[in-house]
């Protein structure tokens, strides 16, 4: 993606791209400009297998460091960034159409997460969401935390007390979304075509 190879260069071989992806999948996440592949739900290292019964593959920034799966991760700085071409969004009632939502100018997004190591060499991951801005609030009441480059490197470096506050600020005002097909709600249908627009 534009602007992005000097935070993203190494992607992890062993991430198999896909245009549908569901928590425990493995992801890419980003520590370091080698990226290296993780768990979609964290897994706190207390846990005594590595999964989880628990919904943790968003936290949510408003209770990110009181919550027992999260907080390790959140005061120890353990933080990454977390690439996606885009995400598949649906309003929680109502209408149930799914929309694709990406950077119309860089056709990607970058999401502020945590990770976890479990183990020697297990990870995983959380993406940080917050109370959703222009567009995406049309269509959902929350979004992840979308960063530039520049927030990008500043995430991986801001100080923790003012960490909270600097993820409410972050925008990205390049958002687009559109109406998709909803087989994307079917976690067998895995192609190109699903992020394809369609006429409502």
């Not at 936290?59 to 885009?86: D, H």
């Not at 649906?90 to 990770?115: C, E, K, N, S």
Request: overall charge negative; proline content about 8%; hydrophobic content about 35%.
């Amino acid at each position: 993606m534009i602007g992005w190879t000097e935070l993203l260069s190494e992607w992890p071989d062993d991430v198999v791209p896909r245009y549908n992806v569901y928590p425990s999948y493995q992801i890419a996440a980003f520590a370091s400009p080698a990226g290296q592949a993780m768990r979609w739900g964290m897994v706190p290292g207390w846990a005594k297998t590595f999964d989880s019964k628990y919904a943790t593959h968003n936290a949510r920034i408003e209770t990110v460091e009181a919550k027992p799966a999260f907080r390790n991760a959140w005061r120890n700085s353990q933080r990454c960034l977390i690439p996606m071409a885009g995400f598949y969004e649906r309003p929680p009632q109502g209408d149930r159409q799914f929309h694709y939502v990406t950077d119309r100018d860089t056709g990607g997004l970058v999401v502020a997460g945590l990770y976890e190591a479990w183990g020697d060499d297990q990870f995983s991951c959380t993406m940080i969401t917050k109370p959703a801005d222009e567009p995406l609030v049309n269509i959902h009441s929350r979004t992840p935390v979308l960063l530039t480059p520049e927030t990008a490197r500043e995430w991986m470096e801001v100080e923790e007390q003012e960490a909270k506050q600097f993820l409410y600020g972050c925008k990205l005002e390049s958002l687009i979304l559109y109406p998709i097909d909803n087989a994307v709600g079917n976690t067998r249908n895995d192609y190109p075509e699903l992020i394809d627009p369609i006429d409502l």
